[in-house]
């Protein structure tokens, strides 16, 4: 699934005390608003509902199918998987934050940015271009031919699904871990040296273990990743929980049974976003900064070389392989001919979709948005915090729970657009619903109240004054929705109408089928369309702040 | 705990630490003694944080050396890093530890002491939380985060405490209460202290001496009322406290003045000779009432008024344009802007600056003028020419009383 499908900490619902609560607020919402709330939470939570329904009516013995050594050895698999993107986002992480915040490393910033983007790249999409580099057949095994190499050993497996989840997804680590580092201030490692310790006891004793929380939070959303990535695992044939749940279905003997692996996976990824908030509570508790001194640097010396080679290291296998193993592929697709039209109606569907998608999702979201802005009602936090539970469903569970719903509720939206796009607004509009939020905390509601003072009735007031305030969080966010559904996997290849091609399934096809030339161009349009969404991310970090 | 050592707690000579071109600490002598509280008043920006930072070792002086309890510890290739100093911080932000307890952090300067459980005990009833050891800072008000900050730099029994505006963070009220708390624990604790702060009644109340910084250069160092009643300098006597310089011709320890003979106080007050400058505070002038109308002949007119709780200040200013901060008893009627007032010398001490000094110039209360003037590299240059705008004087000694919208236009 693509990288910003996920929960991401800028998107996150507000906390209670989010803002304060001033005279005249009512908690209570017009019924209106009410209902459209919990019809719009309904939506978003109909998927782990009917999920549940199905895996209850489960025919014949339950039990049985989890206790088969082969689903025990996908959950080992997928246990195993997600542990070692932990450990291996960590150690890569924590080094590469600790470098572009606290030494003299060269080009800091520019280390800071870089390192920032394979967080965007959709982890098919390196996953295509691991296999076209290091695969049987890859590039890496064209440019040793000469040399006598016939064939590489294969890049699939646990090591190739650890090694590329974990390139798209240590940047997770590294945010957390560079916001605590900046949040922490100096002066409380300056009062330990002060009370007796060396400068390395400090590092030990205070600096590691006030990151612990922050750097643990930025792994367990990693590991979310990694539990919940389609693509990648899909593509490098590793069997973890969502391929499993996706060849459980297509086997269809009992797709009920199917049903019962992604409650598994559902659990799992509760377990591991409960864990990310508590961590992410503490790591709050544990920011001293008030007056932002910058942090004191280590002058890096000698070592200044091997943490270069390091970064350059990170930056090659995440950023460098990937882009340059999908250019290398598309001029040799071009060289030999490869229809460039084929592309253009691909990315002109997959555009449509995209901008639909979007438009519907803000609509959702303003709703849900002017409920947990401007009231604090139990409900207001139901359909919020429900918004974004739907939200950190893996997209394959989404996807099979959606197809069921469908086809046995109603068959007439079974294979429409119609229904792919309702689904992809459902499920991304909490990407909206921050901005719009944080927009409406800025037009706070004594905006309304004068304009009903000079004679506007309520819609009316809220259409001349809050609206117009509203305007660039809905372009925002609308294109964070684009950008998401556009690079979107698993959705696109189990709900949308069979001939119905997107950028992502294009790739998919091609790259599981070995066509590596005809993935390569979709890829490339998608590897811009990422870097497109990394600005447009740090920019929302910047407005929300 | 007061050492039987002769040495001084800290000796600084000559420190000096610049920041590009910057001079940020300019050969400052200083001496905090065995057991006393010294203050280190001056305005922002004026090198008095990055004294404390270069005798902490958490900088190193381009100039200069420093002693801690006899023991050389910067300049004249002596380096000690700042972990094996015996110098205890008590930063601005607190900076307590955000993972440990109140407990742990007290305790964090005491792994190796076999008394550290009885230790951190005798703190924690020593700044009055006897059962907060298992809280977390974070459960801490400000207040209370700042006495465990001072208990937990006081645990290892260091030579001198340093503090660097502690208490900056904090509202007015808390931090009048935290002043006393903390001094009540130093004094118990006996320990020598410096006290970093930019606020004068701080450094006032809490100084068995205070020093006075102005642009990296310690302008005197004294008892507070030595400091506020004979001023080294023309700066820290408008700095700390409110004060009036006018003209006067000294002669055999006294000065002529405007408003008659004082006597002079102060280095070398006996052999002063010729025009300088005197220094008069509010309450060394007398207020008298003038009748109605300005045919009394009374000389001085209310420009504005300061209420300031216990006190009440006014501006007044004089036909040629002089201008003076006084103090009205009770006894005085309110007085209004406009008012006509006679002025009457008290019978006082106070200093005199000789020539080379600054021209007559009054500040407003708590010298917010001379702080804002020292923040500027030129500042003490530039009093030689900022005299009073000239067109203020037609309205200062206008024959009908003063309107008040013209008040309102003086207090600008």
Same mark, same amino acid.
């Given at each position: 699934?693509?990288?910003?499908?996920?929960?991401? %900490?800028?998107?996150? /619902?507000?906390?209670?005390?989010?803002?304060?609560?001033?005279?005249?607020?009512?908690?209570?919402?017009?019924?209106?608003?009410?209902?459209?709330?919990?019809?719009?939470?309904?939506?978003?939570?109909?998927?782990?509902?009917?999920?549940?329904?199905?895996?209850?009516?489960?025919?014949?013995?339950?039990?049985?199918?989890?206790?088969?050594?082969?689903?025990?050895?996908?959950?080992?698999?997928?246990?195993?998987?997600?542990?070692?993107?932990?450990?291996?986002?960590?150690?890569?992480?924590?080094?590469?934050?600790?470098?572009?915040?606290?030494?003299?490393?060269?080009?800091?910033?520019?280390?800071?940015?870089?390192?920032?983007? /394979?967080?965007?790249?959709?982890?098919?999409?390196?996953?295509?271009?691991?296999?076209?580099?290091?695969?049987?057949?890859?590039?890496?095994?064209?440019?040793?031919?000469?040399?006598?190499?016939?064939?590489?050993?294969?890049?699939?497996?646990?090591?190739?699904?650890?090694?590329?989840?974990?390139?798209?997804?240590? /940047?997770?680590?590294?945010?957390?871990?560079?916001?605590? #580092?900046?949040?922490?201030?100096?002066?409380?490692?300056?009062?330990?040296?002060?009370?007796?310790?060396?400068?390395?006891?400090?590092?030990?004793?205070?600096?590691?273990?006030?990151?612990?929380?922050?750097?643990?939070?930025?792994?367990?959303?990693?590991?979310?990743?990694?539990?919940?990535?389609?693509?990648?695992?899909?593509?490098?044939?590793?069997?973890?929980?969502?391929?499993?749940?996706?060849?459980?279905?297509?086997?269809?003997?009992?797709?009920?049974?199917?049903?019962?692996?992604?409650?598994?996976?559902?659990?799992?990824?509760?377990?591991?976003?409960?864990?990310?908030?508590?961590?992410?509570?503490?790591?709050?508790?544990?920011?001293?900064?008030?007056?932002?001194?910058?942090?004191?640097?280590?002058?890096?010396?000698?070592?200044?070389?091997?943490?270069?080679?390091?970064?350059?290291?990170?930056?090659?296998?995440?950023?460098?392989? /990937?882009?340059?193993?999908?250019?290398?592929?598309?001029?040799?697709?071009?060289?030999?001919?490869?229809?460039?039209?084929?592309?253009?109606?691909?990315? #002109?569907?997959?555009?449509?979709?995209?901008?639909?998608?979007?438009?519907?999702?803000?609509?959702?979201?303003?709703?849900?948005?002017?409920?947990?802005?401007?009231?604090?009602?139990? %409900?207001?936090?139901?359909?919020?915090?429900?918004?974004?539970?739907?939200?950190?469903?893996?997209?394959?569970?989404?996807?099979?729970?959606?197809?069921?719903?469908?086809?046995?509720?109603?068959? #007439?939206?079974?294979?429409?657009?119609?229904?792919?796009?309702?689904?992809?607004?459902?499920?991304?509009?909490?990407?909206?619903?921050?901005?719009?939020?944080?927009?409406?905390?800025?037009?706070?509601?004594?905006?309304?109240?004068?304009?009903?003072?000079?004679?506007?009735?309520?819609?009316?007031?809220?259409?001349?004054?809050?609206?117009?305030?509203?305007?660039?969080?809905?372009?925002?966010?609308?294109?964070?929705?684009?950008?998401?559904?556009?690079?979107?996997?698993?959705?696109? %290849?189990?709900?949308?109408? #069979?001939?119905?091609?997107?950028?992502?399934?294009?790739?998919?096809?091609?790259?599981?089928?070995?066509?590596?030339?005809?993935?390569?161009?979709?890829?490339?349009?998608?590897?811009?369309?990422?870097?497109?969404?990394?600005?447009?991310?740090?920019?929302?970090?910047?407005?929300?702040? | 705990?007061?050492?039987?050592?002769?040495?001084?707690?800290?000796?600084?000579?000559?420190?000096?630490?610049?920041?590009?071109?910057?001079?940020?600490?300019?050969?400052?002598?200083?001496?905090?003694?065995?057991?006393?509280?010294?203050?280190?008043?001056?305005?922002?920006?004026?090198?008095?944080?990055?004294?404390?930072?270069?005798?902490?070792?958490?900088?190193?002086?381009?100039?200069?050396?420093?002693?801690?309890?006899?023991?050389?510890?910067?300049?004249?290739?002596?380096?000690?890093?700042?972990?094996?100093?015996?110098?205890?911080?008590?930063?601005?932000?607190?900076?307590?530890?955000?993972?440990?307890?109140?407990?742990?952090?007290?305790?964090?300067?005491?792994?190796?002491?076999?008394?550290?459980?009885?230790?951190?005990?005798?703190?924690?009833?020593?700044?009055?939380?006897?059962?907060?050891?298992?809280?977390?800072?974070?459960?801490?008000?400000?207040?209370?985060?700042?006495?465990?900050?001072?208990?937990?730099?006081?645990?290892?029994?260091?030579?001198?405490?340093?503090?660097?505006?502690?208490?900056?963070?904090?509202?007015?009220?808390?931090?009048?209460?935290?002043?006393?708390?903390?001094?009540?624990?130093?004094?118990?604790?006996?320990?020598?202290?410096?006290?970093?702060?930019?606020?004068?009644?701080?450094?006032?109340?809490?100084?068995?001496?205070?020093?006075?910084?102005?642009?990296?250069?310690?302008?005197?160092?004294?008892?507070?009322?030595?400091?506020?009643?004979?001023?080294?300098?023309?700066?820290?006597?408008?700095?700390?406290?409110?004060?009036?310089?006018?003209?006067?011709?000294?002669?055999?320890?006294?000065?002529?003045?405007?408003?008659?003979?004082?006597?002079?106080?102060?280095?070398?007050?006996?052999?002063?000779?010729?025009?300088?400058?005197?220094?008069?505070?509010?309450?060394?002038?007398?207020?008298?009432?003038?009748?109605?109308?300005?045919?009394?002949?009374?000389?001085?007119?209310?420009?504005?008024?300061?209420?300031?709780?216990?006190?009440?200040?006014?501006?007044?200013?004089?036909?040629?344009?002089?201008?003076?901060?006084?103090?009205?008893?009770?006894?005085?009627?309110?007085?209004?802007?406009?008012?006509?007032?006679?002025?009457?010398?008290?019978?006082?001490?106070?200093?005199?600056?000789?020539?080379?000094?600054?021209?007559?110039?009054?500040?407003?209360?708590?010298?917010?003028?001379?702080?804002?003037?020292?923040?500027?590299?030129?500042?003490?240059?530039?009093?030689?020419?900022?005299?009073?705008?000239?067109?203020?004087?037609?309205?200062?000694?206008?024959?009908?009383?003063?309107?008040?919208?013209?008040?309102?236009?003086?207090?600008?």
């Amino acid at each position: 699934m693509s990288a910003l499908a996920r929960p991401r %900490l800028p998107l996150r /619902p507000f906390t209670r005390s989010g803002r304060a609560r001033t005279a005249g607020d009512d908690p209570r919402a017009p019924w209106p608003l009410a209902v459209t709330g919990l019809v719009i939470a309904l939506l978003a939570l109909l998927p782990l509902i009917y999920l549940v329904i199905r895996a209850l009516g489960v025919e014949g013995d339950a039990l049985g199918f989890i206790l088969r050594p082969r689903t025990i050895g996908v959950v080992v698999g997928t246990v195993a998987l997600g542990l070692l993107v932990g450990i291996s986002t960590i150690l890569i992480g924590v080094p590469v934050a600790w470098l572009t915040t606290r030494t003299d490393l060269p080009g800091r910033r520019t280390w800071a940015v870089l390192t920032a983007i /394979p967080l965007a790249l959709p982890s098919y999409v390196v996953g295509f271009a691991f296999l076209a580099f290091f695969g049987p057949r890859g590039t890496l095994q064209g440019l040793l031919a000469p040399l006598g190499v016939e064939r590489l050993p294969s890049i699939g497996g646990l090591f190739g699904a650890v090694l590329v989840l974990s390139l798209v997804s240590f /940047p997770y680590v590294t945010l957390a871990t560079r916001a605590a #580092i900046l949040r922490l201030d100096p002066a409380v490692e300056e009062s330990a040296r002060l009370l007796g310790d060396r400068r390395m006891t400090v590092f030990r004793r205070i600096t590691l273990p006030v990151l612990v929380p922050a750097i643990a939070a930025g792994a367990l959303l990693a590991m979310l990743y990694a539990l919940s990535d389609f693509g990648a695992v899909g593509l490098l044939q590793f069997d973890s929980l969502a391929r499993a749940i996706y060849l459980q279905y297509g086997a269809s003997f009992d797709r009920s049974l199917a049903a019962v692996l992604a409650l598994g996976l559902v659990a799992m990824t509760v377990a591991l976003t409960a864990g990310e908030g508590r961590l992410r509570a503490r790591a709050g508790t544990y920011a001293t900064s008030r007056r932002r001194r910058p942090p004191s640097i280590v002058a890096l010396g000698r070592w200044r070389w091997p943490a270069l080679a390091f970064c350059t290291a990170v930056v090659g296998l995440a950023l460098v392989i /990937p882009v340059g193993t999908i250019a290398w592929w598309m001029v040799r697709g071009a060289m030999s001919g490869q229809p460039v039209e084929l592309l253009m109606d691909v990315a #002109i569907d997959t555009f449509l979709v995209g901008a639909l998608a979007a438009l519907a999702a803000v609509l959702l979201a303003l709703p849900v948005a002017l409920l947990a802005a401007r009231h604090r009602s139990r %409900l207001a936090r139901f359909v919020e915090s429900s918004a974004f539970a739907g939200y950190a469903l893996p997209g394959i569970v989404v996807a099979l729970a959606m197809i069921f719903l469908a086809t046995r509720t109603v068959p #007439i939206l079974y294979q429409t657009m119609a229904l792919l796009i309702l689904v992809y607004a459902v499920r991304f509009m909490p990407q909206a619903i921050g901005g719009l939020r944080a927009a409406l905390g800025t037009a706070g509601p004594r905006l309304e109240e004068s304009g009903r003072t000079l004679g506007d009735g309520p819609i009316r007031a809220f259409t001349r004054l809050t609206l117009p305030f509203l305007r660039p969080a809905f372009l925002a966010g609308g294109a964070l929705v684009f950008l998401t559904v556009v690079k979107e996997l698993p959705l696109a %290849l189990l709900i949308a109408p #069979i001939g119905f091609d997107t950028l992502a399934t294009e790739i998919w096809d091609a790259a599981s089928s070995g066509f590596y030339a005809r993935a390569a161009a979709p890829a490339a349009l998608l590897v811009v369309l990422s870097i497109g969404t990394v600005a447009l991310l740090l920019r929302a970090e910047e407005a929300e702040r | 705990m007061t050492r039987a050592s002769p040495d001084p707690a800290v000796r600084i000579k000559g420190l000096g630490r610049r920041f590009g071109d910057v001079v940020a600490v300019d050969s400052v002598d200083l001496e905090v003694r065995q057991g006393e509280m010294l203050t280190v008043l001056g305005p922002s920006g004026c090198g008095k944080t990055t004294v404390l930072r270069l005798v902490a070792g958490l900088d190193t002086p381009d100039a200069g050396t420093i002693e801690i309890g006899g023991r050389r510890v910067a300049g004249g290739g002596a380096s000690v890093p700042p972990e094996r100093r015996r110098v205890g911080m008590v930063f601005q932000d607190v900076a307590l530890f955000p993972h440990l307890t109140v407990h742990d952090n007290i305790g964090y300067g005491l792994r190796h002491d076999p008394d550290r459980e009885v230790r951190i005990r005798e703190l924690l009833e020593l700044i009055d939380l006897p059962d907060a050891g298992r809280r977390m800072p974070h459960h801490l008000s400000g207040g209370m985060q700042q006495r465990v900050a001072v208990a937990r730099a006081l645990a290892p029994r260091p030579d001198v405490v340093l503090l660097d505006e502690p208490f900056s963070s904090l509202d007015a009220a808390l931090r009048t209460q935290l002043r006393g708390d903390v001094r009540e624990i130093l004094r118990a604790a006996g320990t020598a202290a410096v006290f970093v702060t930019h606020d004068q009644d701080e450094a006032l109340t809490l100084g068995d001496r205070m020093a006075v910084m102005v642009r990296g250069r310690v302008e005197q160092v004294d008892a507070p009322e030595v400091v506020y009643g004979e001023p080294a300098t023309p700066f820290v006597s408008t700095f700390v406290g409110t004060a009036n310089l006018v003209h006067g011709e000294a002669r055999d320890g006294f000065a002529l003045t405007r408003f008659g003979a004082v006597r002079l106080v102060g280095q070398g007050s006996g052999g002063h000779r010729g025009r300088g400058l005197v220094v008069l505070r509010p309450e060394h002038l007398e207020v008298i009432e003038a009748p109605d109308g300005p045919a009394d002949g009374a000389s001085w007119r209310v420009l504005r008024r300061r209420f300031a709780g216990t006190e009440i200040l006014y501006e007044v200013a004089a036909g040629d344009g002089e201008r003076l901060w006084v103090e009205a008893g009770h006894a005085v009627r309110r007085l209004r802007v406009g008012d006509a007032v006679n002025l009457r010398l008290r019978e006082i001490e106070t200093v005199f600056f000789g020539a080379g000094h600054a021209p007559p110039h009054s500040t407003g209360p708590s010298g917010e003028r001379a702080q804002r003037l020292a923040q500027r590299p030129d500042a003490l240059d530039r009093l030689e020419v900022e005299r009073i705008p000239e067109d203020d004087d037609d309205l200062a000694d206008a024959d009908v009383p003063v309107a008040p919208e013209v008040g309102r236009d003086l207090g600008r």
